[in-house]
């Protein structure tokens, strides 16, 4: 019986959070150094998207990684190169990135930048 294909799965900001506090993810910050100094997720592993070298992913085969950048797009790209390369990973893109993950309330750090002050700001 051979092995099943590799594919990427979206995973929303709770169920991510979820996942890295009991140990059970890495998510993996494909940004540049610039944009993840401005906010970023405690916990998370920065590996920009021009450095990334898929057979450094941490974890063991069959971990859970998940890719994550600003909106989700640059992140899906990253995975699909991921799979492309045949990494032994669960492999996750999430979903909405960093701001859908601000915009559930979870945490993230930075040099003060916040999204969810954009997304709360009453127009005038």
């Given amino acids: 019986m051979g092995r099943r294909p590799l594919r990427i799965e979206e995973v929303d900001a ?3 959070k979820s996942w890295m506090d009991m140990g059970e ?8 150094q610039r944009g993840r100094a401005r906010h970023y997720i405690p916990g998370t592993i920065s590996m920009p998207l021009d450095e990334l070298d898929p057979h450094s992913l941490p974890g063991e085969a069959g971990s859970r990684i ?5 909106v989700g797009a640059t992140s899906l790209a990253v995975a699909r190169r991921v799979v492309a390369f045949g990494i032994d990973r669960r492999i996750f893109n999430l979903s909405g990135g960093i701001q859908a993950w601000s915009a559930a309330g ?3 750090e930075g040099t003060g930048f916040s999204l969810r002050g954009l997304f ?3 127009r005038r």
């Avoid at 993810?25 to 540049?32: E, K």
């Avoid at 998940?66 to 600003?70: G, K, L, N, P, S």
Wanted: glycine content about 0%; some cysteine.
């Fill in 66 to 70: 998940i890719f994550q950048c600003d």
């Fill in 25 to 32: 993810a890495f998510i993996i910050d494909v940004r540049r």
């Fill in 106 to 108: 979870l945490p993230t």
């Fill in 120 to 122: 709360s700001r009453s």
């Fill in 14 to 16: 709770l169920t991510a």
